[in-house]
């Protein structure tokens, strides 16, 4: 077909025609490619002797890959925190409180996402 033309399909039982399901589905020129970094949970603070883990994954037009996924820090002093990661499920550790926060950058190829986390005191 062509751009704004809809297809109809059409299902029905092999011993009774009378009983049967539509559906439409329209036609656009071209389909977007839609790459997001997706955060789970999303995080916004860390509080000391309270680990924070989460997992970060690429969303390839709403399918989840198992894309290695790049992760850089900046912000906040590296003796404020630890990272650990296992494949892309991260824990992130407050070590030391300060009011500047840590920037986390995570890529993929040339897809990127960025969050500030606050680095806490437990109470």
């Given at each position: ?67 290695p ?13 630890s ?27 040339d ?13």
């Amino acid at each position: 077909g062509n751009n704004g033309d809809v297809a109809v399909i059409t299902a029905t039982f092999k011993d009774n025609s009378s009983i049967f399901a539509q559906c439409s589905i329209s036609i656009i020129d071209e389909s977007v490619e839609d790459n997001v970094i997706i955060i789970e949970p999303l995080i916004t603070e860390a509080r000391q002797r309270e680990p924070v883990s989460f997992t970060v994954y690429l969303c390839q037009n709403g399918i989840k890959q198992d894309t290695p996924v790049i992760c850089n820090t900046s912000g906040a002093d590296s003796t404020c925190f630890s990272i650990v990661r296992d494949g892309n499920i991260f824990t992130l550790s407050t070590i030391k409180v300060t009011t500047t926060p840590l920037e986390l950058t995570f890529t993929v190829g040339d897809i990127h996402k960025t969050i500030n986390v606050m680095l806490k005191a437990l109470f």
